[in-house]
Each structure stands twice: as C-alpha cells, then as structure tokens.
C-alpha cells in the first residue's frame, strides 16, 4: 500500500468553490486560501440562524493503546461512506498541531484511503489559526510582564502569574525557564515557561465561543495572575481584550476543505483533549448542522476524555446535542487491553481479547447507559485481524446489545465504511434523550466525583492540599457552577496508565486545580501532564524533505 | 483629516484576480488567501526568466527623525502617481512585522492617501509567512536543544549555542533567559533569548534567496553553534534542512496585494535593516522587473542602512542593478537634525533647514558619487512647512546638483505625486553606471572600514579584542568572502543616536561580529542594538479593539 502523502499526492483535488457548492455554500461566504482551502464568513450562520439542524454523529473510541484505533480516520471514512451511499453529510474536525507533526511520526488527517485534502497544508500551517492564537496568547504574557515593568499598578504579584507563553512546536526545553534576566532594561526576572499552543487557554476560547461578541466576552475574563492582596487580574484590567480578538479576527471563521472522496469537510480549531476540552469549534459544529442533514464530529482521546467534554462542556455551550455515537476499536487493541504484548499482536488470540473486551463494554456503557445514546461500535479491521477474532468480537458486542459493523475505510476508503453508515442511519432511528451527567449546580467536588466515580470507575477522590485549598478558593471566587475538566492520562480509564481495560478499586487523586475563567471550565489535574511535548531520539523531522519543485517528501 | 483605517476602510477593494490581470499574472499562478490578497506561484518567475527586465527605482531616505520622513509612503503614492500618469508600475515592499503594530503606533502600510491594502490584513497576520519563519528558526532551536538532551552526538558546547529562539511579539521579558530547567527530563539547563522574528537569520534568508534549492542550500549552511573542539555545527549537521524548508514552503512566494488606486504591489519579506539586510525579497523584485516597466522598491531606514546593504548584499545576489534613487527628505526632519526640538518644528525657521541640509547632502552624494546613481530628493510636505522653507529646500537641492520635488501623496494620494513621479521619469534618462562599493575579495577589515569611512563619514574603525577574535575566526573559516552587513543606530550616520546632521571626526566601534553564513553576510555590531523591542508604557495594543461584527478600531 501507498504512504499516505502518496495516496493524497494522487488524488486530483476540487476546487473549493466546488465542495462549498456541494456543501451548500455561496461564493459571497467563501474567503479562498489558496485553491483547495477557504475560510467561511461567519455571516453564513447568522443567516442560516433559523434554519433546522440536521443530525449530529458523535465519533469517538475505546482507550487508545499503541495498537492504534483510526478514530479520526474512521471519522473521515464514514463521511465518504456517505457520500458513496448519496447521503448529505459534512464533517467537522479538529485541526492539527504542528508539534507532533515533526515529533512523533503521525498527523491529524486520517490515513490511507480515507483522508482531508490537500493534507500536507493542513498538517502545516493551514489557514494560520494556530498562528494566530500563539500571537494573542504571547501579546497577553508580553503586556503583563510590560506591566510589571513599568510600574505595575494593579500590584500584580510576580510570583503569582498564572499566564504562560506558547509555542506551537514540541520543545521540553522552555517548558520550565527563568525569564526577564539580563539588564534593568530587560524586565521582571521571574520564574515561567511555554506549553504548546493546543494547549492555550485561547485555544479552548476559540473552539468554544459562539461570535465575535462572545469571544471578546470570554478573552476578558481570562485569569492572568493574582496581585500582592490575592485578588485575581483578569486579561481586561490590561486592556489586552481588543487586540487579543483583532489577532483572532480572521481565526474564528471556520475552515473548509474535502475529503479524498469530495465531502466537504469543516477543519476548525483543536484543543488539547486532558488540560482543555478536545473538540473542534462551536461555530463549525453548528454552521455544519444548518448546512447538511447528517453532521460527523469526532473529540480527543477515548470516551473518558473528549466524548465526556463534548457532553458535559461543548455541548452545553452550543446548545446541541448528539444524536448518536459511533465508538471505534479494533481487535488489536482490545487484545492489547487483555495483556498481549504489542509484538504479539498479530497472533489470534480469543482470550485475550474476552479479556480486552471489558473496555469497550464501559465505554458502550457510558455513551448508552449514562449519556442514553444510541451507539454503533465501528470494528477498525487491521490485516493481521483472524475471521474468528472478528466474529468473537460481533458477537461479543451483540450479548451486551451493542450494534456493530465492520469499517475498512483505510484499505477501501468510503466503500470500505457502508456497512458501518448503514448501521449509523439505523441507530438514528432508536430514540436519543441524551443529557449531560451533572447539572452545573452542582459543587465543583460533586461534579469531579461524579465523572470520576461514573464515568471513569473510580472509587472516589482524593485531593492533595493544594487542591482543595484551590477549589475553596474557585468557589469563593464565583466559579463554583462552571463545568468541571479532568487532566488525566489517556492510556487508561484510571489515573495510572498501566492500568488497561476497565479498572475497578482505585481513587482518583487531584493534585491541582485551576480555573480557565474565559473558556469556562474548571480544570482538576490528576496525574503529570505534559502541556509542552518534546522531541524524540529521532524526530520525524529529519526525513521531512522539499524537493526543488516543491513537493514534500517524508510526510506521514 | 481621517485616520488611515478610515481611509482604507472605506475604499472599495477590488478583487485580487483583477490586480493580478493588470500586473500580468494569469489565473494559473494566483493562490488567493481570502478576496484581496494571493501568492504567486514561483514558476511565473521560471516562466518570465527570459524577458528583459524592467527600471528599478529605489526608494530612500534621509537620516531618521521622530519628525517623520514617510519612506514607505511615499513609496506608495509615487505607485499610484505613476498610475495616474498611466505607466506600468509594480510596487515591491517589505511586509510588517505584529510587534511594532502592538507597541508603537504605526504600521507600514504607509498612510493617508497612499497605502497599500487591506492594511488591516498586512499589519496583522498577512499570509502567514512571518509566523512561518517564527516555526521554522524555533523548530531549528527545538532540535539542536534535543540533540543536547538526547544524548549530543556531535559534542555540541551548550555554552557556545549561537542559535536564539524567536516571536513576532515585542517582548523585553524574552531576551535574556535561562532555559531547560525543572526535571531531567525538561531538558539540558543555558543562557538563551529570544529575539523578534524579523531579527532571525531566516527571514534574511527568505529574502535573499532565489529558489527552493537556493533556499535549501541556504538553510543547511545556518551556523547554529561550537563544538567542544571549537567546530562549527551547521543546521545540516541537525538534519534540520527538509523540515525548516517544507515549513518555509508558502512563505517562499510573493504576495500580491494593491495601493488604494489600483495598482499591483508585491509585499514580501521583512527582514531588519540593521542586524539584518532590511530589503524585501529578492524573488519579488525579480518576479516584479519581469513583470512591469517600471519597479518601485525601498529599504529599511536612511540610506547608510537599507540602501547601502541593497547595493552592497542585496544587488551582487539577486543580479540586478538600480536606475535610479528617490531620497525623501522633508521639512521638519531636515530642522529636526538642525538642531530643532521636536515640540518647536512647526516653526518657519530657514537657519535650522540650512544646518540639518548637510544631511540631505551626505545621504545625495554617497547616492550619486559612490553608488553613481540618479537621485531625485522628494521633500515630503507637511501641513506645517511654510512657502518659504519649502522654495529654500528646492534651491539647497539645486545648489548641490540635486533633482527634487514635492511630494503631497499623503494628503492627496496619487495626483500629490505626479511632479515626483515626473522627476523620476526624467531622471532615468541619465546614464546609471552604478557598482557596489567594495569587490568581495577584499579582507573583512577593509570592507568594513570602506562603509564606515566612505558611506558613514567616519574617520576610521576600531575593534573590541572579541571582535577581532571573531573576524580572524571567520576569515580562518572561509568566510573572508561575504559581504559584510554593519548593525549600527538608524538615528544617525555615527554609532551615536545622539549625533544629528552629518557627524565627521568619529571613530566607529564594533564590539562583536558574527557570521550569518545562510543569508551570506558577516554582521558587525556598532553600539548597542536591540533584537527584541520592548512595549511602551502606554502599549497600541490597549487602543485596539473589534467590533462585533468584525470590524478593526484603534489600528493607527
């Protein structure tokens, strides 16, 4: 089989005046950015404002192993199954970073035959979002240190800045750095770092705002440092707000581009899934429901993680709701959750994957039982797979009442997925009541419990210290009814990233807590999160090559 | 009057495909980035490399005062004059860079009645091309500081790292840090900064280079450290070459954008005119005298800076030659450096015009006696400048030989330039003979000492005991050869800022030198420059706002 570049490099792209035709979309709201991508003015949702949603196909997984799940490919392929099946569908996706993309081999734009196009410019810069929310975030921490610098008015404590930098490539190296040395002329020494920009509060603001007006709204209230008298400073007593959204002006409009197969799909902001929430944009999920019949989304991690955001965060700041789930594994890694080593994973295995099964069951239970879903577990086939594996693992889902269907989108592209969009259309028809799992109402430890107890399967949970002084003080300060955001691995249910399949008999154990006042959410962090990736031993960026006619070479 | 924005807000744009038609550039090679700006396909400029190329007029000017020259307006509006008397013209400028829009007030659209648009769009993130180079330079520095974490192979000296990190934000609290600090696992603890992405090594090289395999070759030969036994380590040795050009991929192309009448403007590159060569890029310029009759260009700061490093840098490496010079000058400045404080400039006040003349008259001569170039002097009007002081300028001017005109494109926009553009019409009909100033054969030492004696007026040039070290070091490792690029203060033709009009009897000090062996150039620092500006007390930033329904307010 190709690589994926290949596979993209010989498909023979639309224009993209024709994909928005096709997604409905009159030229007056496309701004194009070279010929095969565009942004869409955001006049087009308040003009389609009134109009009925169409139905919204949640994608998401079991907990990802080293085995490899194909999630987002699984995504793109089931909205080209669409297509083959002449159904209206649009999908809309997160955008990648650049810091994987020259770490560890890997992108954001599916795989094989099922791909967005043209996949090379939007694993690198793309339309400039990223770009854009590095530059707002870094102009907030440069007017803050300024501040500090001459005169520092509002008394910010320099030790107390809780406002970082960001740079959008993995580099360990400024994760922890003391800034501000040098001369009296070269500012306020004090102790900082940089996390990559996915993880920018900003980030989350963009993917989570509805408009301009909102946006502006959210940018104020950013939490930026406390002063000598403990009082909070927020982004709007630097008067940093107007010049935040004019840097972000052209970020928010949503980002259109086509599958390998011709469907239009939205490409629009992208969050990191454990400090942040995991989803792509508000503003694209919702255009994307007033433009087609059948919208495709997908979030970070496995259901634990961007799924339960989507529920409890997203969706409630958009006013949508899914009306059903698609839930990926593959038999290689549900036996990698049965204990088989990742060398081992090619060889038939029945018991180990009985064993593996029991974290797709939790996963199935969650979506169905707790979020009252509709869900359809896609079988990622992988050529190692035995019939008998794939015919233990139909059955196994049947005896817990699970539909399933086989896709084979990264070998066959939408062809390889109608069995599974068929089984998709079926469960639109059961009846959804989906609700989230926590009125905001709750105490911010109430809602932590109740994730980590019912979602994840803790026993309950434990806060250090620092943490429960943190949430008194949040509650103190009004945040109290914000949704809560768990940072935990996502190699596990649990905590502990050993700890596969479905783990029963442990304790979550928040270490800290903060607040991201303008996203919205209150973030509990249990375990060690990197917000700053690094590099490999060999990067991905010594084989990544330009040839001297412009072609990239070594990507993916 | 209105503010700039205003101005330009209320212009109506026409379509990008429309400015590309009357530059000549067919639709094949148009990459539209929204509905007013593209990049041109480099194979236009393999496809034109046959035509004859059209006249160069560059644009100049006198020593810098905060009385204001307009340069780069001025630039603008003899565009929409030559428009206006119905040539074929063709601008080519440097993009802006986010810091300065964000500090001081004043982007580099220029102003009035000439700019060049959508001015919102150039002074914010344009086509992304700085924030290309930002990733690039920062990936460069991510894997030089992982090869030391990893294990450093190379025997890299973490003492003698050479390669800085970069941002596109004014920033003081970045230029001196320690980074690699926390765990072992955050890497390799040293001294570093950041410096503006303007300031970087590879924004020099974007602009001087003349193609991909160029730009490869270019970016491979960056010197990014010293080893343990003192050899240099390249960003080849790092691997890094394919990545950093697959990242400069789209920021390699020109981009096309328009004045406010109409005509084509290439805005590319921006390098800094001090540390750097200040001089957009070269494969706009190239692409630009293919295209039109007449090419109208300028450089950062006086023409001791951005015009002595085109003749000498820019010139010898992308093959071409100026006709002709403008040298704008104006009333105030020319007061200004006669020893006028900046409150009393709106005062008549000949005796100060005739003392601030002699710097008009240094700047004319090196123009036409050693560069052998036409000249014509713009004298800028201002709403201040009196009859008299204005009839006293045109006959100091013809006193010495000089061409000159008034220039009211600010105000008027083209038709304010028609007698400028006529002057420079007329004055391509004397014969240029222009040579740069010194053969690349002469040692380093020479070469310097030519600019500092024959462009700046000095007596002579003394070395710091490091920079002499260094330029043995660098003669010992082939570096004899390049052109060398001075780093001094614009505020003067001396390394003293404070030293107006046309110092004599001073010695230049250069205390450190060093090689930027991708651009090509040895840079020699004369006083103390800044890499990163700081923000002023009162920071642009706090006056700019969004509308709700996206609209800029507060951009100059």
Redesign the interface.
């Known amino acids: 089989m190709l690589s994926d570049i290949e596979i993209a490099q010989a498909c023979s792209l639309k224009p993209i005046q024709a994909i928005a035709d096709r997604a409905g979309i009159a030229e007056a709201y496309v ?5 095969y991508k565009a ?1 869409i003015s ?1 006049e087009l949702l308040q003009q389609l404002q009134d109009r009925a949603n169409g139905k919204l196909i949640y994608v998401t997984a079991i907990t990802p192993t080293p085995a490899g799940e194909g999630k987002t490919t699984t995504a793109i392929g089931l909205a080209q199954a669409f297509g083959q099946i002449e159904q209206p569908v649009l999908l809309c996706l997160r955008e990648p970073s ?1 810091g994987p993309v ?1 770490g560890v081999k890997g992108g954001a734009t599916g795989g094989g035959y099922s791909q967005i196009l043209p996949m ?2 939007i694993n ?2 793309f339309t ?1 979002d990223i ?2 929310v ?2 707002a975030h ?2 907030l ?3 803050l ?2 501040h500090l ?3 520092n008015a509002l008394g910010i404590d320099p030790k107390r800045v809780v406002w970082r ?1 960001v ?17 009296k ?4 020494a004090r ?1 900082t ?1 940089f996390d990559i920009t996915v993880a920018s509060e900003i980030m989350a603001i963009l993917c989570l705002t509805t ?3 909102d946006l ?1 709204e959210r940018l104020g209230r950013i939490l930026v440092a406390y002063t000598y008298d403990n009082q909070p400073v927020y982004a709007r007593d630097l ?5 935040m ?3 972000l ?2 970020a928010i409009k949503p980002n259109l581009v086509q599958t390998i197969e011709g469907q239009p799909a939205l490409v629009h902001g992208g969050p990191f899934a454990n400090i942040a929430h995991g989803n792509n944009s508000i503003i694209a999920t919702r255009l994307g429901l007033k433009l087609s019949k059948y919208v495709i989304t997908e979030g970070g991690f496995a259901s634990d993680l961007g799924a339960e955001k989507f529920f409890d965060i997203v969706s409630r700041a958009a006013g949508v709701k899914p009306d059903t789930v698609v839930l990926v594994a593959s038999v290689r890694a549900l036996k990698f959750h049965g204990g088989v080593a990742k060398e081992d994973l090619s060889r038939e295995d029945l018991a180990a994957l009985e064993r593996g099964f029991v974290n797709l069951e939790r996963h199935y239970r969650n979506l169905h039982e707790l979020y009252r879903l509709p869900v359809v577990v896609a079988i990622n086939r992988f050529p190692s797979d035995t019939p008998a594996e794939l015919e233990f693992l139909a059955q196994k889902c049947q005896a817990i009442g699970a539909r399933s269907a086989i896709s084979e989108v990264v070998a066959k592209g939408g062809p390889g997925g109608i069995e599974l969009a068929r089984a998709v259309l079926d469960s639109l028809e059961e009846a959804a009541d989906f609700q989230p799992l926590y009125p905001l109402e709750l105490p911010l430890k109430e809602k932590l419990a109740l994730v980590a107890t019912r979602v994840y399967g803790a026993e309950g949970v434990a806060y250090t210290s620092q943490a429960e002084q943190a949430l008194k003080r949040l509650e103190q300060l009004g945040y109290g009814n914000l949704p809560v955001c768990i940072a935990k691995t996502q190699m596990s249910f649990s905590d502990d990233p050993a700890l596969k399949g479905a783990p029963s008999g442990w304790t979550l154990t928040v270490r800290e807590v903060r607040v991201l006042a303008g996203a919205g959410f209150v973030v509990a962090i249990a375990g060690t999160i990197l917000t700053m990736p ?2 490999p ?1 060999v ?1 991905a ?10 072609r ?4 993916f």
Chains 1, 2 share one sequence.
């Open positions: 701004e194009p950015h070279g010929k942004k955001l650049l020259f090379d410019e690198l810069h400039g770009h854009a590095t530059a870094n102009l921490a440069a007017l240190d300024n610098y001459q005169g930098r740079m959008d490539i993995s580099d360990r190296q400024l994760r922890s750095i003391v800034a501000g040395l040098g001369n002329s070269d500012g306020v102790e770092g408009g301009i007006h502006k008067k940093a707000t107007g010049a959204a004019v840097l002006k052209e690094g590099l031993k990067p960026a010594e084989q990544i090559d330009l040839d001297d006619d412009g990239i070479r070594g990507l």
